[in-house]
């Protein structure tokens, strides 16, 4: 009795978990289709449509209004904020994988004294919230005369990033010294083998920096909006911040200017999904 009860009972539980698992992929879809589906609901509609029904799963009475993204565009300046955005995005990142694999070839590969401090203090400064460090950061910005330039948050997302160095860190102790010693017999100086050994087998943890580090800067808004104040270095999230004052009873407009922030990452990732999972399936890999 006892072995057809458990026979019986291993498909009801079996049941109950694909029940459980299909349930929470339905949940956790939901929470990120849900808000998209309102913006886009939202930027089709017309504002007198929003008056006289402000849900905003409502269906638009036009499925091809585009005259708030127009307004959103031109009116929000759209154009110019994404390129700002890309600006800042390329020598942000540039500067990031450069500096994060120099660093953590240099600790990891080299003995000097004070290794262990810096290493240390690495891990001080990642633990440190960086809103406590904000005046000292603004007097420095401001000294070095950079404020209100699109040099400033790039100095600022290069010199900062504590986590590229240890994601870069991790990964380059997984690659053996005896590549190094190789190319040293070879005739091989320090820079060349970073340069045409130890450079190409992060690509990796090139790929896992790129798109966490990449995710963050084109989100960011407390710096562009703190270090460059003026309207004509706006970047994408600040420039949607600003259709705050103008339109800040147009939800309509709003949307269409999320719409249109969103609508540049999304392109990016279908088109380059397929180097992304390769990317973290190699790191997961090595």
Known sequence: MTAIAGRGGTPLRRGFAGLLKYAT???????VIVPLLAVVLT???????????????SAPGDWFNLHNF??????????????NTVFILVFSLAGTVLIGSMTAYAVDRFEFRGR???????LVAALVPSVTTQVATYQVVNELGVMNTRLAPILLYMGTDIVSIYIFLQFMRSIPVSLDE????????????????????????????????????YNDFYIPFLYMPSE???????????????FGAHWEVISAGAALVILPS???????????YNGFASGATK
């Open 25 to 31: 992929l339905i949940i956790a879809s939901a929470v």
């Open 43 to 57: 930027s089709l509609r017309t504002g007198g449509e929003m008056s006289g029904d402000p849900n905003p799963l």
């Open 70 to 83: 127009q307004v959103a565009f031109t009116q929000g300046h759209m154009l110019r904020a994404l390129w």
């Open 116 to 122: 262990r401090l810096i290493m240390g203090l690495f």
């Open 182 to 217: 190789a190319a040293r017999i070879d005739g091989a100086g320090s820079f060349t083998i970073y340069r045409r050994v130890i450079l190409p087998l992060l690509r990796p943890a090139i790929a896992t920096v790129v798109i966490v580090k990449g995710v963050m800067i």
């Open 232 to 246: 004509n270095l706006g970047t994408i999230s600040t420039s949607l911040f600003r259709f705050k004052g103008p």
């Open 266 to 276: 999304l392109v990016i990732f279908l088109v380059l999904q397929r180097f992304i």
